[in-house]
């Protein structure tokens, strides 16, 4: 039986589903490595997930909190969630009087949406979008180099320029749309 791996890792902390069979449900722990793997905190996608968007809930505990592991958490788990290919949001929910959370949301490049009431009291919500996909410039730098090589070989250095130029920006236009394309049906918002 081949049983896939998961888990994440940058510096001193990892990021690891308790249940790999059930990723986006169950909770994830957040281990610190240089310290015998110690569990310093967990995380969790479990809530409702809508059009390309995903909820977060992380707590750090109270012993490790105030050294950026909660900044450095997000980070990861950010960077996990986006190599999927239909995740374009993160959110998450937290209480106004969380200050340490919220600072470490913001530090990790969630911005505020809006103020929330509900029954447990006065709630905020943050989060952050994948960047969209920019193909131009790639395939401008390869156009440039195959045109260079092309001219060379033909003897027409700018008329294979000018071909691989032109190439590399249809092929790059239409690598973009594409994606677009897609972001719009996951997300059901027009770009």
Not at 17 to 28: A, R
Not at 44 to 66: D, W
Not at 151 to 172: E, K
Request: hydrophobic share 40%; no cysteine; charged share 25%.
């Amino acid at each position: 039986m081949n049983k896939k791996k998961y888990g994440f890792r940058s510096g001193d902390l990892m990021i690891k589903p308790v249940d790999e069979e059930n990723l986006w449900e169950e909770k994830w722990d957040i281990i610190l490595v240089t310290n015998d793997n110690t569990r310093i905190g967990w995380f969790s996608f479990a809530g409702n997930k809508e059009r390309g968007t995903i909820p977060l809930q992380i707590e750090i505990e109270p012993l490790y909190r105030h050294r950026g592991y909660g900044t450095a958490s997000l980070k990861m788990i950010r960077e996990w969630a986006f190599l999927h290919k239909d995740i374009f949001e993160i959110e998450a929910v937290v209480s106004n009087e969380d200050k340490e959370t919220i600072h470490a949301l913001e530090r990790a490049g969630f911005i505020y949406r809006e103020g929330l009431t509900v029954e447990t009291g006065a709630m905020e919500k943050y989060s952050i979008t994948r960047q969209k996909a920019s193909w131009m410039g790639i395939y401008i730098i390869i156009g440039i180099f195959a045109g260079m090589i092309l001219g060379i070989t033909l003897g027409y250095i700018w008329v294979g320029l000018g071909v691989s130029i032109f190439l590399g920006i249809v092929l790059a236009s239409y690598l973009d749309y594409q994606e677009k394309k897609w972001r719009e049906k996951i997300t059901g918002k027009k770009e």
